[in-house]
């Protein structure tokens, strides 16, 4: 599900979180060393997310941040901040030579590079996906 998450919306904000789950709380946050995915930069995606990234000028770059029972790839275009919500059932990651490819059924972001703390990031998202598919 890709959406525009610029502007309050309650309704949105459900949808989201009914998806993916609720946002970690700060000492799970904290326990957990932090649920966020360094800064990545975005080699090649799907066509709706490129014609996004082709609105401006700016480095195609976005974070993944980790939810309970998904993961929600957040980027910015214009003045706008799009969210690619992929709940775990739909979420595909693979290892590609320089960095990660994420799947979900109709988007693919493809990120270059390995900074900081992206092995780590990435491990806690399979062992997340690994939990929820045991209960």
Known sequence: MLVNVSYNDPDLQRRIDDTVG???GLM????MGGNGSPRLDVTTCS???AELFA???NADRC???LRPRGVIVRFRSLLETYALVIPFRSLALFKSGAGYTLYSDTH???FTGEPKGLQR???RVVQARAELSEV
């Open 47 to 49: 066509e709706a997310i």
């Open 22 to 24: 609720p946002v970690y």
């Open 63 to 65: 974070h993944v941040e």
């Open 55 to 57: 609105q401006d000028n």
């Open 28 to 31: 799970q946050r904290l326990r």
């Open 121 to 123: 990031f990435v491990r």
């Open 108 to 110: 693919r972001i493809q």
